[in-house]
């Protein structure tokens, strides 16, 4: 069902603090981790960088003294080191929330994740070091929990509240099939479109739990946010969109405050965007980096062109193309990246100049950018031109504020033909 939820217009400022300083990818190029090795696992050291952390004794180290050699890389060592991650994150949370956290507990943390994946089974979709994992514990990173019984249900939310995670209706634990970690901070841009101020990498690392080799897919679309922190060359706030890695995401309900810090920062800050998060039907553990990263861009126009012309045929017929298949339609930005959630609609332009309606002529963008109409028929015969346009702003909420446009294909002939009309 289509998604037409109001963007979210609060404006808002943050200190960006840049992650490609300690050696963080800084690109879309990063593959995914493999599964962390159990023979790398030391139950002790784990034990002793919980301590790092939060002291002892502490919830943190009786959690970490839950994993032993005898049961690394079991379920049992999964679940346990998943609850320290969720401590972890807790203290995190807490600590910023009070001004109390420092780089040296974020260095702790990190070392204490690295070393809990290394006992248990998991899959990630993005880096896996310490330095990655310090920057998602640091003031700018995103470092929660969730899909667990006893996690908070809310979004993950970075520390300083500039980007986050939100579950769909289901909720994270069945779009998780299970728990995971969130852990994000900002890189740098990586798009083709104009930059509009802010990029994340935002990674998930799950358990795996035999006999199965990857996390189970995550079949639904949750929702990311990111309150982009400039405004570098003046764009329209509203105009503002996120690139998902190589396509522009349609908009989706918003869940972040990004407050104003005063009013002439207003003038120049662009309002915090939330975008849906489209998640590969193939799940994380499969492909290179479907998950993330995103970028605040500003796509400057929305433009159509046809995948393939239509070829003659016989009215009531599905119309094709030169291609052999179904019409097709693609949305793109100014700069050429494809853009997801743009609805299209087909109107056929005869020669005389009479639009006639085009049977089955709606449809929406996926992540290529294509609108495809498999089910488009016209049921006269004579000349004509297809016009695919863009819908009303007040219909499709990914436009607005953006130019219409449309575009016309070549001239066809449909001959009368025999098939059942599709519709009136």
């Not at 919830?59 to 994993?67: C, I, P, W």
């Not at 046809?306 to 179904?326: I, K």
């Not at 085009?358 to 031109?385: H, M, Q």
């Amino acid at each position: 069902m289509r998604r037409a939820l109001p963007l979210m217009l609060a404006t808002g400022t943050v200190l960006l603090l840049g992650a490609c300083d300690s050696g963080l990818p800084t690109t879309p190029d990063t593959k995914l981790t493999p599964a962390a090795s159990t023979a790398a696992c030391s139950p002790s050291s784990f034990v002793k960088a919980a301590a790092d952390v939060a002291g002892r004794p502490s919830t943190l180290v009786n959690l970490a003294s839950l994993v032993t050699n005898q049961n690394a890389g079991t379920p049992a060592a999964t679940a346990a080191v998943m609850n320290v991650f969720a401590e972890l994150a807790r203290l995190a949370g807490a600590g910023h929330a009070a001004g109390s956290w420092t780089s040296q507990n974020s260095s702790d943390g990190a070392n204490l994740t690295v070393l809990g994946l290394a006992c248990g089974t998991f899959s990630l979709t993005g880096a896996s070091t310490a330095d990655a994992f310090k920057a998602a514990l640091d003031v700018s990173g995103l470092y929660e929990v969730r899909g667990g019984p006893n996690d908070a249900t809310d979004p993950a939310v970075a520390h300083d509240g500039k980007g986050g995670v939100a579950a769909p209706a289901s909720g994270f634990g069945t779009w998780l099939s299970g728990r995971g970690l969130f852990y994000g901070y900002p890189i740098s841009t990586f798009g083709v479109e104009a930059f509009g101020g802010y990029a994340m990498d935002i990674s998930l690392a799950r358990p795996v739990i035999p006999p199965a080799t990857e996390p189970a897919a995550l079949v639904e679309a949750g929702v990311v946010a990111l309150c982009p922190v400039s405004n570098p060359q003046n764009y329209a706030i509203d105009q503002l969109r996120v690139t998902k890695l190589s396509h522009i995401l349609p908009v989706a309900a918003g869940f972040l405050d990004c407050s104003t810090v005063s009013a002439s920062a207003a003038r120049t800050t662009p309002s915090g965007l939330s975008f849906a998060l489209a998640v590969a039907s193939g799940g994380v553990g499969g492909t290179v980096r479907n998950f993330s990263p995103h970028e605040v861009v500003f796509p400057g126009s929305v433009n159509l062109s046809f995948v393939a012309q239509p070829v003659n045929a016989a009215s009531g017929n599905l119309l094709t193309g030169t291609d052999g298949n179904a019409l097709a339609v693609k949305a793109t930005a100014a700069n050429g990246t494809p853009w997801e959630g743009v609805r299209i609609q087909l109107e056929a332009l005869k020669n005389n100049g009479s639009f006639v309606a085009v049977c089955n002529n709606i449809a929406d963008t996926d992540e290529g950018g294509l609108a495809t109409f498999p089910s488009a028929t016209l049921n006269k015969a004579g000349g004509y031109r297809i016009v695919a346009h863009t819908v009303p702003s007040a219909t499709d909420p990914d436009v607005t504020t953006f130019a219409p446009d449309s575009v016309a294909s070549n001239l066809f002939n449909l001959k009368n033909g025999n098939a059942p009309t599709s519709c009136l």
